[in-house]
Every structure is written in C-alpha cells, then in structure tokens.
C-alpha cells in the first residue's frame, strides 16, 4: 500500500496490528513455525508460549519451564532466552538460563530435558535435518544434542570464556562465537575446532552462515560486522 510510505519507510497503522499479551516479563526472543501460523516466545517470566494466530484452537500454550526440587517440579525462575522450531514445525526447543534445555511439542507437551551445561544456555539451533539440536551456554562449551533421544552427542571445549551464539555450517558442520573474541568452526566427530577465527578485537556476540555455507557473518561490541 503505497499510502503507508513515509519518508522511504512503512507505518503499519494501529488496525493492522496484533498484540499478544500473557507474558508476565520481558520478552527476549520470538520465533515463527515453520509450518502453521504459531508463533513462539521466551520471557524472563521462566516461560516460553506458543501463540496460535489462526483462531482453531487455544490462543495461547503456556511452557512453564520447572525444576526438580525432592519430589516436586517448581518454577526454574529463570529467563528463557533462546528457541528454535524444527524443520517440520512438529516440536520447538528451549534454552533457559536454568542450565536446561527443552524439547517440547507443538501442542505444548514436555518431550525431553537436556541438562548437560553448567550454567545458563545463550543460544540453540535445530539442524536442517532436524536430527540434531546445538546449544551454547555460559560454561564456554556448545552441545550437539540428539533430538531423538536426548541424549549429549558431543561437547566441544574450545573457548576459553561463555560462548554466545552458535549457527549450523551443515548438518554435522557448525560455527561458535564466545565473548573470547574468538569463532571456531567445529564438526561432529572431530576433537579440534577444524578452523579457528581471529580479527574481532571484543567479545562476537551474534553469527550467522549465508544459506550456501560458504560465508560466515560475525559482529562484535567492537562496533564492527566481519564476513
């Protein structure tokens, strides 16, 4: 509509806008489904939620991230920071700065807890295949998850301080990037980072390959963008 263009820019009028409400905190992160129109978030409310858009069912799906305490499962009161859908939309994983992370199902039922970091997890990406999960957490370790079973596929201690972002290469092929000013280029199977890269002169705070795999994107608190 070329009457919403101010300036070079676009104004989305207020009647066209959706506003989702039940967080109880700040919202750090949102995520759209692949599939169907559902829309995930994670808050400092030690939520995640999973928002329906298309009216067929329950608006919204509260996934209360909890503990063990004894007997009991109470509240983590922790943020929840970092999600991420699978390929097929099926299932969504959580990280949480409980230490944990989540694979829950569409429908909001819990299916497993990974709980292998030491600390608060910063990031998490499911592989295109969809077989594998890869978090980053504080303890400056990332994880490739089995998404099947659970269970820890291998943990990579390459960087020497937390590590902050994580992004697929391949199905097996990933890269780190750590407040270290460092990003390691790391694959399944192997006990040495395949490539080590140097130049940022502050901690890397966010990554990401171009969809071929052959680029790799970086920024840093060092005011700089690198490829």
């Keep these: ?16 806008v959706t506003v989702l409400r039940g967080h109880e905190s700040e919202v750090f992160i949102c995520a759209w489904n692949p599939t169907h129109d559902l829309l995930a978030s994670g808050s400092g409310d030690s939520t995640a939620r999973i928002w329906n858009l298309q009216g067929t069912r329950e608006p919204e799906i509260v996934l209360r991230h909890c503990i063990r305490r004894g007997d009991t499962q109470v509240p983590s009161n922790k943020d929840v920071t970092s999600l991420d859908w699978n390929p097929s939309g099926t299932q969504l994983a959580t990280g949480s700065y409980d230490g944990y992370a989540r694979i829950w199902s569409s429908d909001g039922n819990l299916v497993s807890t990974l709980g292998q970091h030491k600390g608060p997890i910063f990031a998490l990406k499911w592989n295109k295949k969809g077989n594998f999960i890869l978090s980053a957490g504080v303890d400056r370790t990332t994880i490739i998850w089995d998404a099947n079973s659970g269970h820890c596929e291998q943990q990579f201690s390459f960087h020497t301080a937390p590590a902050l972002d994580v992004d697929w290469q391949s199905d097996t092929t990933f890269a780190s990037c750590s407040t270290d000013q460092k990003i390691h280029v790391c694959r399944l199977g192997e006990l040495r980072a395949v490539k080590t890269f140097h130049g940022h002169q502050n901690e890397v705070n966010a990554i990401k390959w171009d969809p071929q795999g052959r680029l790799l994107a970086s920024c840093s608190d060092d005011m700089t963008l690198k490829v």
């Design 1 to 16: 509509n070329t009457n919403l263009a101010i300036n070079g820019s676009v104004e989305i009028p207020q009647s066209r």
